[in-house]
Structures are given as structure tokens and as C-alpha cells.
């Protein structure tokens, strides 16, 4: 459940693997595209599951990836700077800005 409209979506690709990055609100969401690993549903079944995610003291307004690192904006509180750690699925603050203009 995203708190606030999508206002960014990117793609990140680490280890082979693609994942999806969504920025909505003040909560960045890492999802990846997949089979469901329930028995009772059906085979082949597709979807959209969330494996990592990120709680900005900002509203997410753009974000650019190089490599695994991520760069979120926002037009008031400035940068953060995140890793995308694949070993443990975790997105993890490096940096930010501490004097938003």
C-alpha cells in the first residue's frame, strides 16, 4: 500500500536481477516481477511483490540510479543518497542533505 501518488518509477538492475523502484509520497518501494511461491495458487501465476523499502523524511519527488546507488530529490528538503544492498535486500541511507533551502 503506497502512501501518495507515484511520482517516480525507475529500474534497477543488480546481481542479473531487475527489480522495479517506486517513489510515492515519502516512501520509496524496491518490487520485483514474479511467480507466487504459494501452493495453492495457480501455476504460472505473475505478479508484483515488494522486496525492499525506504521511509524519506521528504516527499519523494524524482530519483535517478546509477549502479545500485540511488539519488531521491525533493523540491524542499533537498537530496538523500541510498544503497541497494542485494545480500539482504535493503536499501540503506549513505548521505543526505542537512540544510534544505
Request: with cysteine.
Given at each position: 500500500v503506497l502512501l501518495g501518488p507515484v511520482t517516480s518509477l525507475s529500474r534497477i538492475t543488480c546481481d542479473n536481477k531487475h527489480r522495479l523502484v517506486v517513489g510515492a509520497g515519502a516512501e520509496v518501494t524496491v518490487e520485483q516481477w514474479g511467480s507466487v511461491s504459494?501452493?495453492?495458487?495457480?501455476?504460472?501465476?505473475?505478479?508484483?511483490?515488494?522486496?525492499g523499502?525506504?521511509?524519506?523524511n521528504m516527499q519523494v519527488q524524482d530519483l535517478l540510479i546509477f549502479k545500485n546507488f540511488l539519488l531521491l530529490c525533493d523540491a524542499y528538503d533537498s537530496l538523500h543518497f541510498l544503497v541497494w544492498r542485494e545480500s539482504d535486500k535493503s536499501l540503506t541511507l549513505l548521505a543526505k542533505d542537512y540544510d534544505p533551502t
Amino acid at each position: 500500500v503506497l502512501l501518495g501518488p507515484v511520482t517516480s518509477l525507475s529500474r534497477i538492475t543488480c546481481d542479473n536481477k531487475h527489480r522495479l523502484v517506486v517513489g510515492a509520497g515519502a516512501e520509496v518501494t524496491v518490487e520485483q516481477w514474479g511467480s507466487v511461491s504459494n501452493g495453492a495458487t495457480e501455476s504460472g501465476l505473475q505478479r508484483l511483490t515488494q522486496v525492499g523499502f525506504f521511509h524519506a523524511n521528504m516527499q519523494v519527488q524524482d530519483l535517478l540510479i546509477f549502479k545500485n546507488f540511488l539519488l531521491l530529490c525533493d523540491a524542499y528538503d533537498s537530496l538523500h543518497f541510498l544503497v541497494w544492498r542485494e545480500s539482504d535486500k535493503s536499501l540503506t541511507l549513505l548521505a543526505k542533505d542537512y540544510d534544505p533551502t
